[in-house]
């Protein structure tokens, strides 16, 4: 079972440049996650999906954007990336938010010097 | 809006003792609300979730913990630390209405020998 799959795990970005964090899932799940981790801070969300053409904002969201064209990609963009997006992104996928199980991929890590 | 708010960013114990994580939530409705381990370099995974059934949630690997409306608490206990209990644990709310799971910032677990 692959779950969450993200890609890539490792990058480092120049300021300004710009990439896009891949993620997919094949558990039919409808509701789709970003969150970054920062040490100390927790997980904030950064956007958010209720399914296939369906994006909201969630805490953190200046700076990045998302779509979601099917159930099993949520792609997140980073335009004009900044040394504040040094962070680890998670993606994460859950059949429904309210009272069930959010399952996480394994994480990207992203330097942006 | 719904949060929670985990007290202490690090807690110690010795291998054998209790286990006390505490995490006391916000949220205008009923709350759902779960409990995240995540181990060095890894994803998160669910411990265990509160949804109203019953206000002693048992959860994987020993870990339990009880729902406190009067308290608006949820903390997570465990009898006795083991070494493998190292990590990094996150309570976790959703309510019936919303679409995302908003994160604390977390506590790290250490156990000494």
């Known amino acids: 079972n692959a779950g969450v799959t993200q890609t890539p795990k490792f990058r480092i970005l120049k300021i300004g440049q710009s990439m896009t964090l891949q993620c997919t899932q094949d558990?039919?799940?409808?509701?789709m996650y970003w969150y970054r981790q920062d040490p100390g801070m927790g997980l904030k969300l950064i956007y958010y999906?209720?399914?296939?053409?369906?994006?909201d904002k969630g805490e953190v969201p200046n700076g990045y954007n998302v779509s979601r064209s099917t159930t099993e990609d949520f792609p997140l963009r980073l335009e004009l990336a900044a040394p504040s997006q040094t962070s680890v992104y998670f993606c994460?996928?859950?059949?429904?938010?309210?009272?069930?199980?959010?399952?996480f991929g394994q994480g990207t890590r992203l330097t942006v010097v | 809006a719904q949060s929670v708010t985990q007290l202490g960013s690090h807690v110690s114990v010795s291998e054998g003792a209790l286990v006390l994580l505490r995490c006391n939530y916000s949220?205008?409705?009923?709350?759902?609300l779960f409990w995240y381990v995540q181990y060095p370099n890894q994803g998160l995974q669910l411990l265990l979730k509160?949804?109203?059934?019953?206000?002693l949630v048992k959860g994987i690997n020993g870990f339990e913990a009880e729902f406190k409306k009067s308290e608006t608490s949820f903390h997570l206990t465990k009898p006795s630390a083991h070494m493998s209990d190292a990590a990094e644990y996150f309570c976790?709310?959703?309510?019936?209405?919303?679409?995302?799971?908003?994160f604390g910032s977390g506590t790290r677990l250490s156990i000494r020998p």
């Open positions: 999906s209720v399914g296939a053409g369906i994006t």
């Open positions: 976790a709310v959703s309510d019936s209405s919303a679409s995302k799971i908003i």
């Open positions: 994460a996928s859950s059949p429904k938010a309210a009272n069930t199980e959010a399952f």
């Open positions: 949220s205008s409705v009923p709350p759902y």
């Open positions: 509160y949804t109203s059934a019953a206000t």
């Open positions: 558990m039919n799940h409808n509701y």
